[in-house]
């Protein structure tokens, strides 16, 4: 069965540089999560979006931005990036925001 | 608010034993509440779920929960670990439709030959 697809899994940046992370959700899923898990930490919540709109709002620095597309997919666009921000990046899809959320295999960022 | 607390950072059984991760959860609605497993470098996998209804919810792998609403629990069991089950345990829940979900802190489980 089809998963959710992130790209890219790996991304490597410097200090004050920008990074978009990708998410394509299960086919006919129309809610996205993006999820920021640091070291040796749950995973928080920072945003999600269902139907194009957004639907929720976590603990998403301001410097953070994220949309859903036309065809469902979603962007997460970090700029000024930080230290603190390399971390795993979650993206899970789900239908009508209901309660189920599969995850993706998520997205490594480190900053330099 | 909701929140969830995990009991346990880390959880160590042998083969064959029984597994128990606890978890407790706040809540001022009907929760939903769920369990993942994470494995190291990968994803969460959702283990099960309890939304409504029967109050023992069976999962994948052998794993169960019971939703004990007096308790404000939802522990995770295992009769039997078995060495593949060593992985990082999430509950979770979340509420109004589902949009946000409140991760705890995780439990680690070891499992020993």
């Known amino acids: 069965a089809a998963g959710v697809i992130q790209s890219p899994r790996h991304l490597i940046k410097e200090k004050r540089e920008t990074a978009t992370l990708k998410c394509y959700p299960i086919?006919?899923?129309?809610?996205v999560y993006w999820y920021q898990q640091g070291p040796g930490q749950d995973p928080q919540f920072l945003i999600s979006?269902?139907?194009?709109?957004?639907?929720d709002k976590g603990s998403i620095p301001d410097r953070f931005s994220a949309q859903q597309f036309s065809d469902y997919h979603s962007e997460l666009n970090m700029s000024s990036l930080e230290l603190g921000d390399s971390a795993l990046y979650f993206c899970?899809?789900?239908?009508?925001?209901?309660?189920?959320?599969?995850f993706g295999p998520g997205t490594r960022l480190t900053v330099l | 608010a909701q929140s969830v607390t995990q009991l346990g950072s880390h959880v160590s059984v042998s083969e064959g034993a029984l597994v128990l991760l606890r978890c407790n959860y706040s809540?001022?609605?009907?929760?939903?509440l769920f369990w993942y497993v994470q494995y190291p470098n990968q994803g969460l996998q959702l283990l099960l779920k309890?939304?409504?209804?029967?109050?023992l919810v069976k999962g994948i792998n052998g794993f169960e929960a019971e939703f004990k609403k007096s308790e404000t629990s939802f522990h995770l069991t295992k009769p039997s670990a078995h060495m593949s089950d060593a992985a990082e345990y999430f509950c979770?829940?979340?509420?109004?439709?589902?949009?946000?979900?409140?991760f705890g802190a995780g439990t680690r489980l070891f499992v020993k030959a």
């Open positions: 979770a829940v979340s509420v109004g439709g589902g949009f946000k979900t409140i």
């Open positions: 979006f269902y139907e194009k709109m957004q639907s």
């Open positions: 899970a899809s789900g239908s009508g925001g209901t309660d189920t959320q599969y």
């Open positions: 809540s001022s609605v009907p929760p939903y």
């Open positions: 309890y939304t409504t209804g029967a109050t």
């Open positions: 086919p006919r899923h129309d809610t």
